[in-house]
């Protein structure tokens, strides 16, 4: 009888990473066939975890989720080594005995952890992507057109090259002609989303502090400007890249916080939340972080034709110098302790970034990021054109 019990205990603990699969793929699937699943989901529930666990985490000053993001990688390394060494042992007709039971305890362990991070993964990151689109949820009584063009791409374009001209000439820069910041970052990221908040209620809540990345040149060789973890609900950004576009990413992070993880919703919100701020560094980064969106569609909507191009505001040469990722300066320290070729990081990552959002339903990719453009068309429909 206890012999009985305990092989039931056994093949119980086997069990729960499998059931941890499986529960994941239901709510996968659930989220693929329901949006009002999805969307009761992120209004109810989503909320519950950056108001919990997402406090704690944001109790620590690192980011949680890029320590735990190397130890899983670190932890995978160690199970795969273990496991050719066991194959090794067999096929040499060695014994290793307890080297077997410690390997078994090891990878039980493993799994264990492994179901449990997919579950999390579904519910702070996956569903999200089978939400209802942000315009249907949030400005469904605003009339807009079917299809915009050239006339409409123009305004558009026009209106944020013309406020980047001129904000490029207020900014407070350093000796070098570097913008510079002088404020609490953080607190004004948070407090403009707040302020959103009124026209998004999805942004109402809790907000932690948006944490540097300690890889930070690591990231910028896959020109990654924040990151957010599901698995710590934390958002962090890359501190070293050039300081405008710090204050758009901040918000752009904190969005995915609030449910909204397809990108060009993120890019959208982030928008929106330093385009209206008293700050003209905020403001200056909100056009910006469009402005070559909008160039690149303005582009191909006039084609070839020079004349209409030129006859627009162009971008002036301080916006282009301003236009950047990276300095000059801190991509030569990058690319000096650069352990592997950037081209190669940056291939590996647009790689796994296209095919997590493929698989995830976002059809086009990373193109995707672009569709911003699209959003900021409808959001100006009627005040611009």
């Keep these: 009888m206890i012999k009985i019990g305990k092989n039931r205990k056994k093949k119980w603990k086997a069990a729960v990473p499998a059931l941890f699969v ?22 109810h529930i989503f909320p ?14 690192f980011s ?10 670190v932890f995978t390394v160690i199970l795969v080594l273990w496991a050719a060494l066991q194959l090794l ?6 014994s290793g005995g307890r080297s077997l039971r410690l390997f078994g305890i090891y990878s039980m362990v493993y799994f264990h952890i492994f179901g449990l991070v997919c579950v999390i993964m579904t519910l ?9 689109p942000i315009y249907e949820r949030f400005w469904v009584g605003k009339e807009r057109k079917e299809q915009y063009g050239a006339k409409e791409i123009g305004a558009l374009r026009d209106y944020v090259v013309e406020q980047a001209n001129a904000l490029a000439l207020v900014v407070e820069r350093d000796e070098e002609g570097h913008v510079i910041y002088r404020g609490d970052m953080k607190e004004e990221a948070k407090a403009q989303m707040v302020r959103l908040s009124e026209t998004i209620p999805n942004l109402k809540g809790y907000y932690p502090d948006p944490k540097p990345l300690w890889a930070s040149k690591f990231f910028s060789q896959q020109y990654i400007m924040g990151y957010y973890f599901p698995f710590s609900m934390e958002a ?4 070293i890249m050039y300081e405008i576009n710090l204050p758009t990413t901040l918000c752009h992070e904190l969005s995915h916080l609030k449910g909204f993880i397809l990108e060009d919703e993120a890019n959208f919100i982030g928008y929106l939340a330093c385009v209206d701020a008293e700050d003209d560094f905020f403001r200056y980064s909100a056009f910006l972080s469009v402005i070559g969106y909008l160039e690149r569609d303005f582009c191909r909507a006039v084609g070839k034709d020079s004349e209409v191009y030129f006859s627009h505001p162009q971008i002036s040469r301080q916006v282009q110098e301003d236009d950047i990722f990276l300095t000059r300066e801190t991509w030569e320290k990058v690319e000096e302790t650069a352990l592997i070729r950037t081209e190669t990081v940056k291939e590996v990552s647009n790689t796994f970034t296209e095919t997590t959002l493929v698989l995830n339903g976002v059809q086009d990719g990373r193109i995707s ?15 611009l054109y």
């Design 236 to 239: 962090n950004y890359n501190d």
């Design 124 to 132: 702070n990151c996956f569903l999200l992507y089978h939400v209802s």
């Design 89 to 94: 042992l067999w096929l040499l007709k060695k």
């Design 48 to 61: 519950v975890w950056v108001e919990t666990y997402g406090r704690f985490t944001g109790l620590f000053s």
């Design 369 to 383: 990021y672009s569709r911003v453009v699209d959003l900021l068309l409808k959001y100006y429909d009627g005040i």
């Design 22 to 43: 499986l529960l994941s793929v239901g709510l996968n699937f659930g989220g693929w066939i329901n949006a009002s699943f999805c969307d009761f989901y992120v209004n």
């Design 64 to 73: 949680v989720g890029e320590i735990l993001l190397y130890l899983a990688a």
